[in-house]
């Protein structure tokens, strides 16, 4: 459903070389798949998040969903993405149910298919007691579930979330990868960064990991398990990072 190939974006800085965020990115994710981006702060994970998204264009390379371009009709395929990052802000002075409906619209959805949804989404997330309270009363965990609403609200085939527990309790944390189990049941695409190791090795079918914007490995937990000999997450991490600086040295 999501395919990227030799995906670069560079920012150019004054009097400076070109700043490399992504470098090379070439990966897919399947239906019904859950790819994880692991990799620490700075390491272009956003960048690569949001170039999918269609909100900043790649310098170069190509990525499709199914089979269309994104850069040739973005807006035709932000009607197949849902896309959430960590610091997502709702209008305060909406309630959630004015939240839903206003992004239901810009969707050109019906207003039977927009409050239909409402109703499931509100039963799926939990959210009975929060829907018509005001957004600026909403503590961060009841903000998330708006949001996670709002960018399932159309149904899109690929779910694209950056660090979609960030800054939550365990429990708010839960539900997220309750909602993230309960996607790929239902056949969509997700790919969805963190830095959390035990979120990469519970919730993902294949993990991509990158640092100094460049996917060192992609795989199964086995198959990175197998490339470097290491036994968990974490250690197969570090061992690609050593490997990556000797070979930049």
């Known amino acids: 459903m999501l395919r990227t190939e030799n995906l670069r974006r560079e920012y150019q800085i004054a009097g400076e070389?070109?700043?490399v965020a992504v470098r090379g990115a070439s990966f897919s994710v399947a239906?019904?798949?859950?790819?994880?981006l692991l990799g620490p702060n700075g390491a272009g994970k956003t960048t690569l998040l949001r170039i999918l998204a269609t909100i900043i264009p790649p310098t170069s390379g190509q990525c499709w969903i199914g089979d269309r371009n994104i850069s040739d009709n973005p807006d035709h395929i932000r009607r197949h993405i849902g896309f959430l990052s960590g610091n997502t802000k709702l209008y305060g002075r909406l309630t959630g149910a004015e939240v839903l409906r206003y992004f239901g619209r810009l969707y050109d959805m019906s207003e039977t298919s927009?409050?239909?949804r409402i109703i499931k989404l509100t039963q799926l997330l939990d959210m009975g007691?929060?829907?018509h309270r005001r957004c600026e009363t909403l503590s961060t965990g009841q903000t998330q579930k708006v949001n996670l609403a709002r960018v399932i609200l159309?149904?899109?085939e690929v779910l694209i979330l950056d660090e979609p527990t960030l800054g939550l309790d365990i429990i708010t944390s839960q539900s997220v990868i309750e909602f993230i189990i309960h996607a790929r049941e239902r056949g969509h695409s997700i790919i969805f960064s963190t830095h959390y190791m035990d979120e990469a090795e519970r919730l993902c079918d294949r993990i991509a990991l990158i640092f100094k914007g460049a996917i060192m490995a992609i795989g199964?937990?086995?198959?990175?398990f197998e490339l470097t000999g290491a036994d968990n997450v974490q250690d197969v991490f570090l061992s690609l990072v050593n490997e990556y600086k000797e070979s930049d040295a």
């Open 17 to 19: 070389a070109p700043l």
């Open 31 to 36: 239906d019904g798949e859950v790819l994880g």
């Open 114 to 116: 927009i409050e239909q």
């Open 129 to 131: 007691d929060i829907i």
């Open 154 to 156: 159309h149904d899109p």
């Open 220 to 224: 199964t937990k086995k198959e990175l």
